[in-house]
């Protein structure tokens, strides 16, 4: 349990301190802002990475005084796991069908409620949570093979990222490395950098192809690094855009009820929103904001906005706590960082929207499953 809680601390911690390297000594920011040069001294690493830090800090500090409290008991694993491979079969058999919703494209024609329901369900959400029980090996290759396959058919790339923490997780959950040896595995990925970018330049190719974009290898270190780190959104954010107007006061609550409820109150413009206008215009993609440049662009709107919205979320990443489907308590508040890396990593409020909505589909789901299945054993049995 030590050794994976380090891992989830290194997987938010590195690649932060890995960019802003990149930008301390290349003199340009990363990512989708590598054409923005940036004049970084050492002490302006250290502080921006303090920055970097400390909300992270403040959110796991909100839910440790939560950490003992909970709604939900924790599953069953034997018929929680059977549910759970229910749902990747359905998953298969629908993409295999009728595709996928492709990353910005409409989710259009006779097919879309089908795909649909899989963005719902969120086979990327089920993968993590699989990885902490002691499900076969076999098994959870057949959904690591699922997810890959739906991820391919999304052209995104964040198959290959959530099945490489959900492998991490399933082996450090059932082996006890050795500290010498955790920490050669932790420094395997600068090791064997040269490899590793191989392979993220094959992938990257593969994804522009599908997507029919431009790729240059060259850059693969600075796109990859920027993928898995916003911090030069931050810097972008702070250095380059001097008007924060137009950020709606209840927009996270706004997107929230669109979410759940298909309508909202309130209107939705979020910081995220006006961010991407402002770099891109409109466009069929989006750019990762990040945590710390939501919160930068929130309260630079306005200070009011700012708190409503702040108190807002951390109600909402409360219940997103209180909704994950765990087996051991004391494996909740890791796999809640973990489902809510790709969110953090955008802070784009409808994404965060999204995850809650797809927890509240698989434990409704469960509920129907299990009673169901109780049903037909009683039956059975008779």
Not at 78 to 94: M, Q, R
Not at 339 to 362: G, K
Request: charge should be neutral; hydrophobic fraction near 55%; charged fraction near 10%.
């Amino acid at each position: 349990m030590k050794n994976l809680k380090i891992f989830i601390i290194y997987i938010y911690v590195l690649p932060t301190f890995i960019a802003l390297l990149l930008i301390y000594n290349y003199g340009h920011l990363i990512g989708d802002f590598r054409t923005y040069y940036y004049n970084m001294d050492i002490v302006d690493l250290a502080y921006t990475y303090l920055i970097y830090l400390t909300p992270l800090l403040i959110l796991y500090l909100f839910i440790k005084l939560f950490e003992d409290k909970y709604l939900f008991e924790p599953k069953n694993e034997s018929l929680f796991n059977k549910y759970l491979l229910y749902l990747f079969i359905f998953i298969l058999l629908i993409t295999l069908c009728f595709g996928a919703v492709q990353i910005g494209q409409p989710n259009i024609g006779f097919a879309a409620p089908f795909r649909a329901i899989i963005v719902k369900i969120n086979p990327y959400i089920l993968l993590l949570i699989i990885s902490f029980s002691s499900i076969s090996i076999r098994k959870f290759a057949f959904c690591i093979l699922v997810c890959l396959f739906y991820g391919y058919m999304q052209h995104s790339l964040q198959g290959y990222l959530i099945t490489f923490f959900s492998i991490m997780v399933f082996i450090l959950n059932r082996n006890k490395l050795a500290t010498s040896k955790f920490i050669i595995f932790l420094i395997l990925p600068v090791i064997l950098s040269h490899p590793l970018m191989e392979i993220l330049t094959y992938i990257y190719q593969l994804r522009s192809e599908a997507r029919g974009n431009n790729f240059n290898s060259d850059e693969i270190i600075f796109l990859s690094v920027g993928r898995i780190s916003a911090i030069s959104s931050y810097l972008y954010v702070k250095d380059f855009i001097h008007d924060f107007s137009g950020v709606s006061q209840y927009f996270s609550i706004g997107l929230v009820q669109d979410k759940l409820m298909g309508f909202s109150f309130f209107n939705i413009t979020s910081p995220s929103d006006l961010f991407n206008k402002d770099i891109l215009g409109i466009t069929d993609y989006s750019i990762f904001l990040g945590v710390n440049g939501f919160v930068y662009y929130l309260f630079n709107s306005s200070i009011v906005t700012g708190f409503i919205n702040v108190l807002f979320i951390f109600f909402i990443l409360l219940v997103i706590y209180n909704l994950i489907p765990y087996y051991v308590q004391n494996t909740r508040l890791l796999l809640f960082f973990l489902v809510l890396y790709l969110p953090l990593l955008s802070s784009d409020i409808w994404e965060l929207s999204m995850l809650l909505q797809t927890l509240i589909v698989i434990n409704i789901g469960f509920w129907l499953f299990k009673n169901v299945y109780i049903i037909l054993k009683n039956i059975i049995n008779e």
